[in-house]
């Protein structure tokens, strides 16, 4: 039974913890809520682990730029990769505005009526950024600030590995290799908890349909459709407008793109997929100089199809507990969800762990017992399904971004281009 379990593929058990936990709870209804601990254990370790992943992997990515590399190439992707992601934040929240996912579903009862919900005014959020205090900042959980202190902390390491006397060199390859190893730690750790997501999705899915009933399919199925709607609007208009706009073929492109698109589709990881994405920018005549740079950092920074669904999810959240966000609160979420993107590691599931902090930004803190923590469940018990489209456009952006520097830096072969995608789409046995 254990081995059957640990050996059957990850995402068809969340999938199957999914329908069967739909099914019991609908069989079962309202006493369902006895198996509710295990759901609840699975939300506090995915709280547990949110506040260490941050730290460690945006010191890491952020002491991985050498400062001497981050010149104009430096400058240009990271313009397209925030840009884009500002946007797709923008078009997410657009689809949850049109689509209105969640609202009705009303999982905060009579109980929340009276509870107001308070944002903070956006001057303030954007003060509140930077930290007075980084211990306080991380014993209280405040993400944003341990971001910007993780990412000064990691560009001083990298000004420390480039020095030119030996022992700051050598201090800042050991805080490196700390940092480093302390990231790869985590990653292993997500994974663990990953390995108890059918059981925690299980449950937690359970008790929402064994107290929602049947009302609580129509919210997911719309959460899905605006999801995957923005992300193909995205696709179209941002990327193919910017490549036409630099005179770079769209449909050769996407034929270009085939294969890391589908891989990171199946295997819902950025950073899973970046060989097989820097072997797509070789064959589509991106020369090695800029790609071996900028697929990295998108792999790690550059996430639009994340930040969709955090627009989209952070609309249904509020909508499902009665509470729809205001203007200023969209406006928080823009923020905060471009610099949550950045902060996602390129695994399975790591947008769905920085929606916590999204939805914090907006008064919304997922507390177990909550009907924010019901909401939250309910978009994590399908949060396969929209990771594996999010996670296609994420490195689907990296190479449009690439290719886009590459050919403005003259460090692109058109002709290998032109050719190599040409003969993808006409005859693929060429
Ligand atoms: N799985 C996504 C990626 O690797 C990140 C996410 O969960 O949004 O790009």
């Not at 992997?57 to 992601?85: D, E, N, Q």
């Not at 390859?173 to 985590?186: Q, W």
């Not at 740079?293 to 609309?315: K, S």
């Not at 952006?397 to 002709?415: C, M, Q, S, W, Y």
Request: hydrophobic share 55%; net charge neutral; with cysteine.
């Amino acid at each position: 039974m254990f081995s059957w379990y640990f050996k059957t593929n990850l995402l068809l058990r969340i999938l199957v913890g999914l329908v069967l936990g739909a099914i019991v709870g609908l069989i079962v209804g309202p006493g369902i809520a006895v198996i509710r601990p295990l759901g609840t254990i699975f939300v506090r370790l995915l709280t547990m682990i949110v506040m260490p992943v941050v730290l460690t992997t945006l010191v890491v990515g952020a002491a991985s730029i050498s400062p001497a590399r981050l010149g104009r190439v430096g400058v240009k992707i990271v313009v397209f990769y925030m840009f884009t992601s500002a946007v797709a934040v923008g078009l997410g929240l657009l689809a949850g505005n049109i689509f209105r996912p969640g609202l009705g579903l009303n999982l905060a009862g009579g109980a929340a009526a009276g509870r107001e919900l308070t944002s903070p005014p956006l001057v303030d959020t954007l003060i509140n950024i930077v930290p007075s205090n980084i211990f306080s900042a991380l014993v209280n959980g405040a993400v944003l600030q341990v971001i910007f202190f993780a990412v000064v902390f990691g560009v001083g390491i990298s000004y420390l590995q480039i020095s030119k006397d030996d022992r700051l060199r050598k201090a800042g390859e050991v805080l490196m290799n700390v940092f480093d190893g302390a990231a790869e730690v985590m990653y292993l750790v997500v994974r663990w908890v990953l390995q108890y997501a059918p059981i925690g999705v299980f449950a937690l899915i359970a008790v929402v349909f064994g107290q929602q009933g049947k009302e609580a399919f129509g919210p997911l199925f719309t959460v899905t459709g605006a999801v995957y709607l923005a992300l193909l609007v995205h696709l179209l208009l941002v990327y193919g407008g910017s490549l036409t706009a630099f005179k770079v073929s769209f449909r050769r492109f996407l034929a270009g793109t085939r294969a890391p698109s589908l891989t990171a589709f199946v295997t819902r990881s950025s950073g899973g997929t970046l060989p097989v994405t820097l072997a797509a920018a070789d064959q589509m005549g991106i020369k090695r100089e800029v790609s071996s740079f900028t697929l990295p950092l998108g792999a790690t920074i550059n996430m639009d199809g994340t930040a969709i669904y955090q627009g989209v999810c952070a609309i249904f959240v509020a909508n499902a507990i009665g509470m729809p966000l205001d203007l200023t609160q969209q406006l928080t979420v823009i923020v905060t969800a471009v610099l949550a993107s950045i902060g996602t590691a390129g695994v399975p599931g790591a947008g769905a762990i920085m929606l916590l902090m999204v939805l914090n930004s907006v008064g919304l803190p997922v507390v177990e017992g909550t009907p924010v923590a019901m909401a939250y469940a309910m978009i994590l018990g399908i949060d396969a399904l929209l990771d594996m489209g999010r996670t296609g456009l994420n490195v689907t952006g990296d190479l449009a971004g690439t290719i886009i520097v590459a050919k403005t830096e003259n460090e692109f072969d058109e002709e290998v281009f032109a050719g190599r995608a040409a003969a993808d789409l006409v005859s693929p046995a060429e």
